[in-house]
């Protein structure tokens, strides 16, 4: 567990650069089919950033001069089902700061907010501040904006604890995707494999920090279904995170053989976006602008589609063209921390340095960082290959890049419909470290664990 | 699958009903820690009773006249995503109804509906009709009253592609079950067996229909803790419950010994509590009310408890002061269906017969149903035995009652915190049948499954 003196320190932080009191919500449980039947609680991420305790319906006021913490007191009448809770004596105690009881909540005037994700949040503070409040809303003004940019300046580059959580993301997501090998076989639907990476989660007291992708259908990019079933020569692709009990993510995807043993088509390549990934990782540093680690993966991807044969061409040319988006048409990458977008409910402020924007470039328009890289932050790397429909045989999407593709060739590796290889990379004082480099990736490590 | 002619047989019946055109919502998925990253979605179970599949966003309207779902057309910028999607022609012939796209949604004039259960959809739905709705109300008046129960007298009594749906659920929840008792062993934590459960349940393609509990302090009734670690000397509470694909709870309660032994008090009281399962499993049958079977469990309880020591004093008059409720202070069981507390989005305008209210008796006050049984409906039936602090510690809660307990007694059962049994149990015309009978619940069956 982090210790409260890290809260305690972040909100000292904060508060330097607060103007007027600012409210961060940890917002309420979201129903499921019925109200007292409830999702998991999630806290939002900007109060566990800042108070490291999951308390529903509780908020914290801070500004220039302090920070108060309103919180539910214990209900008797609760304790029956829930078990007992602690008095809000103890939890000022445990966490390190001055606790009210939410009913005594005033907020003194005009202040800042972030907006919480869903609407009964937003009502509920709409209520309180009298002025509209949209749940996800991204477009901030005046106070509100200046509090997120105070956020993402602090939540940006990660602090010791905040990598320490990183870490423990990473090694159980490293344990989901072990488990994930393991179960594989031929015969079993994806959800066998998907609940092998799941119970590896659950068991170290963890939970899922986005909905599972186990899929045979890679091409489909966020594919959420698991029914498919598993024939011997396909490729599975498992893009399964764990999330640590205080928040934080890890996002890690890998594609292996269902058999064991990849075809020839498959490690050619497999090998194609290892090596683009690789090279990407390895422009992961300090100055760094993730746009060109973005370009350079693609350029790694064009030389080795035409390396197979696949594009026919001139390397540049193609790349210059966006040949790369044809197979690997999203972003290679975002911020990675207590989101596994970390801080999309911010919109592209968190992702883009100011004054930058979305490209409407096909390769470029879904990539969700455009900073120069600075010590701290965490990011993903995850370049792939796929063989998707709406691209490949729409004229449209194609445009005069369709004479580019050999289709002789796309045709045999056919046995290829999506492969994607993503880790998390810390962004380090001398360049970089993959958080998740225990995670099996190559052709022959995979190949040992897949069934065993 | 269930067939498409259960879904218009079913819309059928609650035409003949209606008397002005009614809407029946699916929806939306619910945002965890920012909008793109969801909870899985869920459709509102009415919508799911009438149509049978989960279709975010979409709309059923149904009036005397007819029914015509709305539903969200196929985006091809959502394609690369989440797949190809059918296009409503498809979809029409899928599911056997008329489908527009949701932008043609106009509702002719004053329209019943029921609440949804997030407000993100009440807000949605109070801009097309132009009233306030209540997300999560139960407050029903006029027509909205008229559809609830119109609705309610569709589903208290499950069709047969509903009992096929509740025996699906409560074969995956046996798997379930079967799991959690062999992964059980001391020396782990809670969510080891919680995670071989939850597996069980994914592996089929099915989901938890609540949150699951799993714990070695079964005294708190909906424990959702599960970091505890199992000792040898304790029993394992786990109420976990899989939800089919088509929307349809199991909900199930075993209690188990860690060691594999259950010691001797522990067998004593388990002894207790499952003759009193027993016995009011025996009391469901066509026109029993379902508060005599809550007394009858109560009854076997108190005699259970005097026969142990543990309540001095006459057996009726003890159960007549409500002495089970020391115990065991929740509600012998619910409905059963689309939800695991079915309908109780309609608070209890479902499990209340017209005419009926809470008790407010420390051991009745938590009944959720009260109603003369008829063939079809579902039930569970999960007495239990608690020693709650709450309760037993405190003069106020005890009453009069104090002076029953023998304290010397219950001080020699102390290693015994919490026991449920619960089955889900269907009304037949003859009597009724456990659904979920095949799980190990003699102590016997249950000690040669564990940690096996």
Redesign the interface.
Known sequence: MTSPEVFAARRARLQQSLTRPSVVVAGFA???????????F?A??HFLYLVGKPLEGAVLVIGPDGAVLYAEPPD?AE?????PMPSLEALSRELGIEVRPIDALELPGPVALLPP????SA?WLEERVNRPVD??GAELEGADAALADAMIALRLRHDGAAVAELREAARVTALAHAAGMRATRPGV?E??V???M????????MTTS??SIVTV?GE????????GWLAAGDLLLADVGAETRG?WAGDVTRTWPVSGRMSGSQRALYQVVLEAQIAAISAVRPGASFREVHRTASRVLVHGLCDLGVLVGGEEELFERGAAALFF?HGIGHLLG????DM??LGDRAGYAPGRARSTAPGERYLRLDRELEPGMCVTIEPGYYR?P??LDDPLALGDLASAIDRSVLDRLSDVRGIRIEDDVLVTESGSEVLTASIPKTIPEMEALIGS
């Open positions: 979201r129903p499921r089919n019925f109200r007292a039947n409830r999702y998991p999630r939002e991420s008797p304790a029956l089902w829930g078990g994700q869903d609407r009964e009502c749940a996800g639907r959800c066998v998907r609940a092998a799941e119970a590896a989660i659950i068991e170290c007291g986005y909905g259908h489909v990019l966020h594919n959420e279904r698991h029914d928040g048409p207590l989101d596994v977008h999309e409910d998707i709406f691209i």
